[in-house]
T-cell receptor, first 113, second 113 residues
Framework: EDQVTQSPEALRLQEGESSSLNCSYTVSGLRGLFWYRQDPGKGPEFLFTLYSAGEEKEKERLKATLTKKESFLHITAPKPEDSATYLCAATQNYGGSQGNLIFGKGTKLSVKP | KAGVTQTPRYLIKTRGQQVTLSCSPISGHRSVSWYQQTPGQGLQFLFEYFSETQRNKGNFPGRFSGRQFSNSRSEMNVSTLELGDSALYLC????????????FGNGTRLTVT
C-alpha cells in the first residue's frame, strides 16, 4: 500500500535549537515529494517540491532533502514563528494525478522563546 | 493575486441532510482538488477536477460528489450526512501541469450533529 509516514508526531524545540523532521515514503513510482506548512485554522501552505534523490531546496531557515526512501526537513536556528504542523506529501506516476497527493499525518513543531 | 476562496467557513448540519461546499480557485488555475482532513486520518484525497472533468477520485462513498464549472469554480456535495463526515474540507487549486504545487484554501469546517 502506498503511504507516507512522518516522525516524530510532535517536536518541541527551544529557539535556536536546530533539528530535522523525517518523512519516509513507500510510493510506487514517485513523481514528486512536497512539503507544506499548516497553521491552526488555516489550509496547508506550499513550501517545497523535490523530484529526485539527492535534490535539496532551501527557504530561509528551512532546507528539504530527498533520498530514495525518505525526505528530511531541516530547521536551522528556529524561531517561535516557525511553530506549525509540517506536512509531507507524495504524488505517484502510476494511477495518480496532479491533484492526488498522499499525505503523511504531519509533525507538530513548537518552538519556545 | 487572490488565493483560493472557500465558502462557507463553518457549517453545522444534522444527520441525513445534504450539504454543498464552494471553492473559487486562484485565477488561471484549471485544476481543483478536494480533501477531507480529520485528526485521526489526516488529509485524504476526495477528487480532482480539471477543465470540468473529474480526473481522479479517492476512496470515498458515492455520497461524496463534486463538479467544476467552466470558470474553474468547483462545488462538492455530501448527501445523507453521517456523524463521521464532520471534518475540515479543503479545496486546492493548481495549474494542473506536471508537479505544479497545490495551493490550498482555508477550508470549510463541517460539523454534523
Amino acid at each position: 500500500e502506498d503511504q507516507v509516514t512522518q516522525s516524530p508526531e510532535a517536536l518541541r524545540l527551544q529557539e535556536g535549537e536546530s533539528s530535522s523532521l523525517n518523512c519516509s515514503y513507500t510510493v510506487s513510482g514517485l513523481r514528486g515529494l512536497f512539503w507544506y506548512r499548516q497553521d491552526p485554522g488555516k489550509g496547508p501552505e506550499f513550501l517545497f517540491t523535490l523530484y529526485s534523490a539527492g535534490e535539496e531546496k532551501e527557504k530561509e531557515r528551512l532546507k528539504a532533502t530527498l533520498t530514495k526512501k525518505e525526505s528530511f526537513l531541516h530547521i536551522t536556528a528556529p524561531k517561535p514563528e516557525d511553530s506549525a504542523t509540517y506536512l509531507c506529501a507524495a504524488t505517484q506516476n502510476y494511477g495518480g494525478s496532479q491533484g492526488n497527493l498522499i499525505f503523511g499525518k504531519g509533525t507538530k513543531l513548537s518552538v519556545k522563546p | 493575486k487572490a488565493g483560493v476562496t472557500q465558502t462557507p467557513r463553518y457549517l453545522i448540519k444534522t444527520r441525513g441532510q445534504q450539504v454543498t461546499l464552494s471553492c473559487s480557485p486562484i485565477s488561471g488555475h484549471r485544476s481543483v482538488s478536494w480533501y477531507q482532513q480529520t485528526p485521526g486520518q489526516g488529509l485524504q484525497f476526495l477528487f480532482e477536477y480539471f477543465s470540468e472533468t473529474q480526473r481522479n477520485k479517492g476512496n470515498f462513498p458515492g455520497r461524496f460528489s463534486g463538479r467544476q464549472f467552466s470558470n474553474s469554480r468547483s462545488e462538492m456535495n455530501v448527501s445523507t450526512l453521517e456523524l463521521g463526515d464532520s471534518a475540515l474540507y479543503l479545496c486546492a487549486s493548481s495549474l494542473g501541469q506536471y508537479n505544479s504545487p497545490l495551493h490550498f484554501g482555508n477550508g470549510t469546517r463541517l460539523t454534523v450533529t
